[in-house]
């Protein structure tokens, strides 16, 4: 029983690490998350009320005096307040305000907010009006000569009836007092990424300097707090040959982070499922920074302004930015990083530290889908590939323990010899295996190993938009989600929800099953810590995985069904007996009393 024993002390810690985990960092930290919120809400309605009105058109983050002055209008009246140009695409709805050129209203058309087909698309920019406000604008840092340049209070002309689609770019226009004409042709694609053009004509007198700037603004964190394995926040790739940045808005908040000058690259602020990034001209150098602005409306920004140009009299020049706003989709972001030549575009969805396991993983799950479609059923297909992928080292690891139980009897009348000796059991021990072939610790391997696909999978279920509101089959409408049944309410029958610790679903109580079969496939262990472990051990991973996506703890059961046949084919192999309706029985069996 010495292999079976390091296999539940390995499942005990990675217990115990777990639920500390849970208690003394998660739930304290998710705590603070919520008090920070709410006191932030509160702050920012007291300085919504007091703040006055303060036009800039710099890239400090200042807003315009009628964002400013009123946070707290609705959606509906923020958008219809000032003049738009509509956009209307195969995915986003929504429109392009003609007061600084900015994109803050924007609907992804293809998402809902729930799983019902009836519930609102899913928003994802609002105007600076509004408490929920997140924008994108571009603009201009006057230098010598340069005039009012475009910049948050900047009224642009659109042409009569103008409308943003995949196949129709609109133009706006700005001509300043100094002579220079600002032209600015938006152009969309069938999904997410917007091209921006600015083409500037001097036609003044002398030579004019300006420098182009972006921002990404917006007023809140999201509403649901992240966890340790996903980043919500800051992020980019700064520089062509840089690598990925990221930043929390806790670390934002307490001190705003000034990146170092770069050329190439991209920058935004990203969600679970969605994100915002500018990718400026790749062959420009930039500054940028993160920032949390306390001033007037509180708010986070990521921003970054080139070089200055210079634009003789009688000159012109254009600058080219991407703006990134949507969903997302794996496909549709690798697409961006191979026809647009934008480094390392791919990270903005969080693979984890398991990136080289990850993603192959999502991209044999999206395979089967297509094939079979539905991702339940590619979760299904995809764990029997990495059963297979894993079988020889599964095969060591039952046949050593079809080899432990074969020379149990031996192992026994060693302990009888040696009741006294430990040293010398130990010894005996060890000479014994060494004499059968046996590696007491090789079954343990298959476990360690297969830990990081096991949370390489947990990424993909958790993190990928695919996997959102994504069906399996009967009440599982959402593999990303917890089973939404519940014991305490008899599984809906009973008018009354149950809190969140005793959350506990159908699969998950079929994952527990699975797991208390799993186990029972080997004797008890004689020692009775460890007979306690032996028998608490699916009690604990059934609760503890309640609250888990139902799509990670589809897998778990299926991958416990198909190791137990894995296991009773290889014992039957070695001549082993397989004992678990013998070890089922046994638990039912009443013991003998002693007598006295």
């Given at each position: ?79 219809a307040k000032t003049a738009r140009v509509a956009i209307e695409t195969q995915d986003l709805a929504g429109s392009i305000n003609l ?74 226009t700005f001509t300043n007092e100094a002579g220079l004409t600002f032209t600015r042709t938006i152009a969309v694609d069938e999904h ?204 060591k690891q039952y046949a050593s323990m079809a080899n432990m139980k074969r020379v149990q009897p031996k192992l026994e009348e060693l ?182």
């Open positions: 029983m010495q292999n079976n024993r390091n296999y539940f002390i390995a499942i005990a810690l990675s217990v115990v690490i777990v639920l500390a985990w849970q208690f003394f960092y998660m739930n304290p930290r998710i705590e603070a998350q919520r008090q920070a919120q709410e006191a932030q809400i509160a702050q920012q309605q007291a300085e919504a009320e007091q703040q006055a009105a303060t036009p800039a058109a710099t890239v400090d983050g200042s807003l315009p005096a009628s964002a400013a002055a009123n946070p707290e209008a609705s959606r509906e009246a923020a958008v007061t600084g050129g900015r994109l803050d209203d924007l609907k992804l058309r293809a998402y809902r907010e729930t799983v019902d087909p009836t519930s609102p698309i899913v928003t994802l920019f609002n105007p600076a009006e509004t408490r929920d406000a997140y924008f994108a604008e571009l603009g201009f840092i006057a230098g010598e000569n340069a005039g009012s340049v475009p910049g948050p209070n900047t009224v642009w002309t659109a042409t009569a009836g103008a409308k943003l689609t995949e196949k129709t770019p609109v133009t706006l997410y990424m917007f091209t921006i053009e600015d083409q500037i004509v001097n036609n003044g007198m002398a030579t004019a300097s300006l420098a182009p700037y972006g921002r990404i603004t917006r007023y809140n964190k999201p509403s649901t707090p992240s966890i340790f394995v996903l980043h919500e926040g800051f992020l980019g790739v700064l520089g062509a040959e840089g690598s990925l940045v990221e930043h929390d808005y806790t670390d934002v908040e307490e001190e705003a982070i000034a990146n170092a000058k770069a050329t190439g690259g991209w920058l935004g602020i990203t969600d679970k499922y969605w994100a915002a990034s500018l990718i400026p001209q790749q062959t420009l150098p930039y500054e940028s920074r993160f920032s949390h602005f306390t001033d007037g409306q509180a708010r986070f920004q990521a921003d970054y302004k080139n070089d200055a140009v210079s634009i003789p009299a009688g000159q012109s020049t254009t600058v080219k930015t991407l703006l990134f706003a949507g969903a997302k989709q794996v496909p549709v972001i690798d697409s961006y990083q191979e026809s647009l030549g934008i480094p390392k575009f791919d990270l903005m969805i969080d693979w984890g530290w398991f990136y080289f396991i990850t993603k192959p993983m999502f991209h044999l799950m999206d395979y089967f889908f297509h094939l079979v479609g539905n991702f339940g059923v590619a979760i299904l297909l995809t764990t029997i590939v990495v059963k297979l992928l894993f079988f020889p080292l599964a095969n302990k009888t010899k040696y009741a006294d000796d430990r040293m010398g059991l130990q010894q005996a021990m060890m000479a014994l295996y060494k004499e059968e072939k046996i590696n007491p610790v090789a079954g343990c391997w298959p476990v360690l190993l297969q830990i990081p696909v096991f949370f390489a999978l947990y990424k993909v279920i958790y993190v990928t938009i695919e996997m959102r509101h994504a069906p399996f089959f009967g009440w599982i409408q959402d593999l990303s989600a917890p089973d939404p049944t519940t014991f305490i309410n008899l599984f809906g029958l009973l008018p009354f929800e149950a809190p969140t610790f005793l959350h506990l679903g159908v699969w998950p109580i079929i994952m527990g099953v699975t797991m208390w079969l799993q186990m029972r496939m080997n004797p008890t262990p004689p020692d009775p810590t460890q007979a306690m472990l032996f028998n608490w051990m699916p009690v604990i991973f059934t609760f503890m995985l309640g609250t888990f996506p139902a799509g990670l703890v589809i897998y778990w059961a299926w991958n416990n069904t198909l190791s137990i046949l894995q296991q009773a084919l290889i014992m039957k192999r070695h001549g082993v007996e397989i004992e678990l309706f013998k070890n089922i029985g046994n638990m039912f069996r009443r013991k003998p009393t002693a007598t006295k």
